[in-house]
């Protein structure tokens, strides 16, 4: 069965400064993607990046970066340039591609971020 | 707002009851999937249905949860004789096949007395 760990249960960044959240997963399938969803207090969670492990090329959206590295089944975020609304809970999710984890994400329990003004 | 939209937000409900949630997903998604979120963890899935077929189901969902999609648009969780420690956060989100990026509603906080 796949699992999502995220070993980091808080984290603290200045704003304006750069912050990297790790996770790392076990899985014995090739093909699969990878997520980072930020959920705010009390609000919805949302999607930030995705990573599809066919890809080499770490993904980039904005501020936000993965490190993907598939062999050591590792996927952590750096958030650049942090800004005070960047402070959430964020998950790293896993998603298979074929047999019955396709669809379904497996969640890791989370990273919550403050944001220092 | 086109979002995935989800109700009630919050549901109060003493032990014993039925309780039934709706989500209604992005207008041209055909997968639908609803977690379940308790205090200090990350969502853990329950079921997953493309189009009106319920193809996938967690060994969390018990014989008490019933999930249904009829002609594939919004669907319902049904919670019987619910229990303390059904207390959670219910998720729903949806996705276009292929695509696996899923959206999330807002969620409806059950609290069971």
């Not at chain 1, 796949?2 to 990297?20: I, L, R």
Request: aromatic share 12%; hydrophobic share 30%.
């Amino acid at each position: 069965a796949q699992t999502v760990t995220q070993s980091q249960p808080e984290m603290s960044v200045q704003e304006a400064e750069t912050v990297t959240l790790s996770c790392t997963y076990d899985t014995s399938e090739s093909d699969y993607y990878l997520f980072w969803y930020k959920q705010p207090p009390s609000r919805q969670m949302i999607l930030v990046i995705r990573q599809e492990a066919y890809k080499q090329q770490n993904a980039t959206e904005n501020r936000f970066s993965v490190n993907f590295q598939k062999a050591a089944k590792s996927f952590s975020l750096k958030i650049s340039d942090s800004q005070l609304g960047d402070a959430a809970m964020y998950f790293c999710a896993y998603s298979g591609r074929r047999g019955g984890s396709q669809g379904n994400l497996i969640f890791g329990k989370g990273t919550k971020l403050s944001v220092k003004p | 707002d086109t979002g995935v939209s989800q109700n009630p937000r919050h549901k109060i409900t003493k032990r014993g009851q039925n309780v039934t949630f709706r989500c209604d997903p992005i207008s041209e998604h055909n997968r639908l999937y609803w977690y379940r979120q308790t205090l200090g963890q990350g969502p853990e899935f329950l079921t997953y249905f493309q189009n009106e077929a319920q193809l996938e189901k967690s060994r969390l969902l018990s014989d008490r949860f019933s999930a249904e999609r009829p002609k594939g648009s919004f669907s319902t969780l049904e919670i019987q004789r619910t229990e303390q420690g059904d207390s959670a956060m219910y998720l729903c989100a949806s996705s276009s096949a292929g695509t696996h990026e899923q959206y999330f509603g807002p969620g409806t906080r059950l609290t069971v007395t």
